[in-house]
């Protein structure tokens, strides 16, 4: 084991003086995985950022039991093969953060186990549109939308460089082209076992066709309501380790004073929280700030903090409330987005300091890094994003 005194060098978004000396304990575990281990003079949300070098440092590590805390032991999961630097991140409840200068991680580290749940928000390029995959702890495969047509053939291209044979869920948040669009395309090259779609019919282009082309090969197809978990629905039983609730669904109608067709259709998308042991996620699809405000804002009783929030509606104002963030708490936002460098395309950088205001660190397609949202957020540096948890730490990768 060797204890580190690390001398602060604050990195530009920090607002605090740096920490000029912080305890850290480096040390390897049983398996050879890297941990670390300190204690901050007051609670903070602690992050570990950590890559091949300092300027290159694409791992985000974060906690998943507590938000703020002093106590910190964090075991760093998917370390790069090679050696590698990390730095530690405070962000405080009053908003305030502070840094560690990067060090060199002493000892060789072995990668931990890659068992447990796998999110990866597709990057779509130039297209505007969601595709997510998530692969369950006990190896189920789903996948959320799928882009327009012409981007569901880069999903299937970054489906098959990791090695997916077939999808067992696919979950079509609602019937707009840049989220449905393409399932015609994904389903020519992957089988769908399972077809699941919000429980409105009548707002029906693209979601007629997709369940037809399921059931003609054997699948099914299920409708999904508000209340609908996996205790309660055989069709969201994906996993045994994996908890699934249902906030939202089908709601476009339950707005009257919402007269566009556009939005009305956004609100049909499931909001729902996918729990895997002391890790969870909040999707929403395009469900806008109506159905966040009428649904989790006003239900007493309801857990609804999450570690990280992909943020529907591509991160736009009316999908981004701050009541809504406050009540779900994350500590990343993942967004879906393209912008065309000014922030005034699909995503809004308006929305950054909203998320900023809830201590979130936030990972977008086409500016996946938590430093340049914070300083300067029109500037382009695609990735997909990778989010694994073992159910006690999550890391996000975004390459």
Not at 94 to 112: L, W
Not at 134 to 144: D, I, Q, R, Y
Not at 186 to 213: K, Q, T, W
């Amino acid at each position: 084991m060797t204890l580190l005194a690390v001398a602060g060098c604050a990195q530009p978004e920090d607002n605090r003086p740096e920490i000029t000396q912080l305890q850290i304990q480096e040390s390897l575990d049983s398996r050879g995985v890297a941990t670390l281990t300190w204690q901050s003079d007051e609670e903070a949300m602690a992050v570990v950022d950590y890559g091949v070098d300092s300027s290159d440092v694409s791992f985000s590590l974060y906690y998943a039991v507590e938000k703020y805390r002093k106590d910190h032991h964090f075991q760093l999961l998917q370390v790069p093969d090679s050696s590698f630097y990390y730095r530690i991140r405070h962000h405080y409840p009053d908003g305030s953060r502070q840094s560690t200068r990067y060090r060199r991680f002493e000892e060789p580290a072995v990668n931990s186990p890659d068992s447990g749940l796998h999110i990866l928000v597709i990057n779509l390029g130039e297209e505007s549109g969601d595709a997510i995959y998530v692969k369950t702890p006990g190896g189920a495969e789903l996948l959320f939308d799928t882009g327009t047509r012409s981007g569901a053939n880069l999903v299937l291209s970054v489906l098959g460089s990791r090695g997916v044979e077939k999808i067992d869920h696919f979950i079509g948040t609602h019937d707009h082209a840049d989220h449905i669009g393409g399932f015609q395309t994904l389903v020519a090259g992957l089988p769908v076992s399972n077809f699941i779609m919000p429980d409105h019919s009548e707002r029906d282009y693209y979601f007629s066709r997709a369940a037809a082309e399921v059931r003609s090969s054997g699948g099914g197809v299920f409708e999904v309501s508000r209340g609908h978990s996996s205790t309660t629905e055989d069709f969201l039983r994906w996993d045994e380790d994996l908890s699934v609730e249902v906030w939202s669904a089908g709601a476009g109608d339950d707005f009257p004073s919402i007269t566009y067709e556009g939005s009305r259709i956004n609100n049909d998308s499931p909001l729902m929280k996918l729990s895997y042991r002391d890790f969870s996620i909040c999707l929403g699809g395009d469900s806008e700030n109506e159905v966040h405000q009428a649904y989790v804002n006003d239900i007493s009783g309801l857990d609804a903090e999450v570690d990280v929030y992909k943020a529907s509606h591509h991160g736009r104002s009316d999908s981004s409330d701050r009541p809504f963030l406050e009540r779900i708490d994350p500590q990343t936002v993942l967004i879906s987005t393209v912008d065309n460098g000014s922030c005034a395309g699909l995503f809004q950088c308006a929305t950054l300091p909203v998320f900023h205001a809830v201590q979130a660190d936030v990972f977008r397609t086409d500016c996946a890094s938590p430093e340049l949202n914070r300083l300067s957020p029109n500037t382009k540096k695609n990735a997909h994003i990778h989010c694994f948890s073992d159910g006690v730490y999550y890391v996000v990768k975004n390459k």
